[in-house]
């Protein structure tokens, strides 16, 4: 099952020619998931030939204009597409007013359902086939959530030499077994799953967090990422400023990261728009000497998620 991360905008406060605005969309399977919708957020999608009709839900970390404003408009073009089903929208509180005010002053058509749910304590937001979607409370300068997509475990290895040595043939069987449930055998004798499957392997996990101070606890929340997105908006000399802005440096997210254990991929995400494309690589060195598997994102960067024993 392909898992596939595409940054749509990786900038911070004002769009750029080639910086789009913080938007960062999940295709699992068939499935759209939008993270933020900052502008610039439909020209990436049609950049990248996605169809955004397919979008399920839609997560915002927080309603500062540089992470909402280009979401009006993919509410309205999803009334140009024949969409059927409903779109969810996941937030922080006053998500459900910008939605709604947006909708009235505008004067919007929309022909489908949307389903505003705003997130007044951490948990589990979203459940999906095989996955689920955590949001986590941020400390930015009005209420601000992370988010953590990641999937239920997978069942072991199946073993059909074990299979068939306990007598239970090849064919349906075998796929009652690697869905987790018990058989009969040839002689009436009772399987179990564990019998025959190796031990369960995990799910793939991606996480998103922007515009926030740096705590420890965050990383808490986003250990054994495979892809981690955080927000790198300065430079180490500009702390006394992140801090002033309630934003991160890259060194910060770097250590994040570290702390974490487990994160395979660090994602450098929301910069501030003082830096031009060169000197984007000063925030890089500073994160990779504490993180070395650290990249810049960059709009329209595809980042392809696998599994363990794909990647061996």
């Not at 073009?77 to 779109?87: G, H």
């Not at 009005?142 to 072991?156: A, I």
């Amino acid at each position: 099952m392909n898992l596939e991360v595409f940054i749509l905008g990786c900038g911070g406060m004002m769009p750029l020619p080639h910086r789009y605005l913080t938007s960062v969309l999940v295709r699992r399977e068939g499935d759209l998931f939008l993270f933020d919708g900052g502008e610039g957020t439909q020209v990436s999608l049609r950049k990248l030939n996605l169809r955004w009709k397919k979008i399920s839900a839609i997560f915002v970390s927080h309603t500062h204009a540089d992470h909402v404003t280009g979401l009006p408009g993919i509410l309205m073009l999803s009334s140009q597409v024949d969409r059927n089903e409903p779109l969810y929208i996941y937030g922080p509180p006053r998500i459900a007013e910008y939605i709604e005010t947006s909708r009235r002053v505008l004067d919007m058509y929309i022909n489908y359902e949307i389903i505003v749910q705003e997130i007044l304590e951490p948990g589990i937001v979203y459940r999906g086939e095989g996955f689920h979607v955590r949001a986590f409370p941020l400390r930015h300068t009005k209420p601000c959530v992370g988010y953590v997509l990641e999937e239920d475990p997978r069942p072991g290895v199946f073993y059909p030499e074990r299979a068939l040595a306990l007598g239970v043939p090849r064919g349906p069987l075998w796929s009652r077994l690697q869905n987790g449930e018990a058989v009969m055998n040839e002689a009436g004798r009772r399987v179990e799953p564990s019998e025959i499957l190796g031990p369960p392997r995990r799910g793939r996990k991606f996480s998103f967090v922007t515009d926030t101070l740096y705590f420890p606890e965050i990383s808490q929340e986003v250990g054994n990422s495979d892809l981690f997105i955080c927000e790198g908006m300065f430079e180490r000399d500009l702390l006394e400023s992140a801090l002033e802005k309630k934003h991160m440096t890259a060194e910060q997210a770097a250590l994040i990261a570290r702390d974490a254990g487990g994160v395979k991929k660090l994602a450098l995400i929301h910069y501030s728009p003082r830096y031009t494309e060169q000197n984007l690589k000063n925030l890089l060195a500073e994160a990779q000497r504490i993180f070395p598997d650290t990249v810049l994102s960059r709009d329209r960067m595809v980042f392809p998620l696998l599994y363990d024993d794909e990647e061996e």
